[in-house]
């Protein structure tokens, strides 16, 4: 089985780049939204993404973003995907995928049942979804929040599209979260920082080294 794919969230320079690019990861987000304290100015994900060698997939995370600002991130920022973290419609999903030309992973905040309804009508439209904690009622993000969910509501599920998890993983959950609910790809950001918005790269390693430690632990058979 191939090994997890690990997304770290929320880089602004090119030292947290070079500490995703160390650690393994597959995938380096990078956040345009202004209430988040990992926001990054386009001038900022700019240099940082040019810094990326060929093969990390660059994700930018936007919340319910217009055409124009999804414009000015794309003529700023060498870009793989784009991350849609907001209440983006299914219809508003297939929109910006054909409008843009990219990849776009729609995030969903699930809590209960009723939110796997949601993560399925998605599954209809994105390249990848995003399934991660709802935010608490009048939070200022949409995730980002450092919270987990109840894993067994998504616990060995398919959907019609690759998925990853995301909310709260650290690398002291991120194993017992990848067994329990069978994802092949996980996403965090508060679990690798030293103090909100500041990457540590010693978190981020033993995040991924705890990720993908999965695939060593299966006993082959000879
Ligand atoms: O990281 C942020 O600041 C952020 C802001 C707005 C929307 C989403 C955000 N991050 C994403 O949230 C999840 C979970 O993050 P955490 O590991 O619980 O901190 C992850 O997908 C981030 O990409």
């Known amino acids: 089985m191939a090994p997890v794919r690990v997304k770290i969230c929320g880089l602004r320079t090119p030292a947290d780049v070079a500490a995703v690019v160390d650690s393994g990861a597959a995938y380096a987000g ?6 988040s304290p990992r926001n990054v100015s386009l001038e900022e994900a700019r240099i940082a993404a040019l810094s990326a060698p060929e093969g990390l997939c ?3 995370l936007t919340v319910n973003a217009d055409d124009a600002t999804l414009e000015a991130i794309l003529a700023a920022v060498p870009l793989d995907m784009l991350q849609l973290h907001g209440s983006e419609s299914p219809e508003r999903v297939a929109e910006v995928r054909a409008r843009f030309g990219l ?3 729609k995030a969903v905040g699930v809590a209960d049942e009723g939110d796997l309804e949601t993560l399925f009508e998605h599954s209809l439209v994105a390249d990848q979804i995003l399934v991660d904690a709802k935010p608490p009622k009048g939070a ?5 929040n450092g919270l987990t969910f109840d894993w067994r509501l998504v616990a060995q599920r398919r959907w019609l599209r690759p998925w990853m998890l995301a909310g ?5 959950n991120v194993a017992e979260a990848i067994r329990l609910t069978g994802a092949r790809q996980v996403d965090v950001s508060s679990g690798v920082e030293s103090a909100p918005g500041v990457k540590d790269a010693t978190k981020i390693a033993d995040f991924v080294a705890a990720a993908t430690r999965m695939k060593a632990e ?3 058979l000879r």
């Open 218 to 220: 299966i006993p082959i």
């Open 30 to 35: 990078f956040v345009f939204f202004a209430k």
């Open 58 to 60: 660059k994700v930018a």
């Open 140 to 144: 200022a993000l949409p995730g980002g």
């Open 103 to 105: 990849p776009v992973m």
């Open 168 to 172: 709260g993983l650290t690398s002291g």
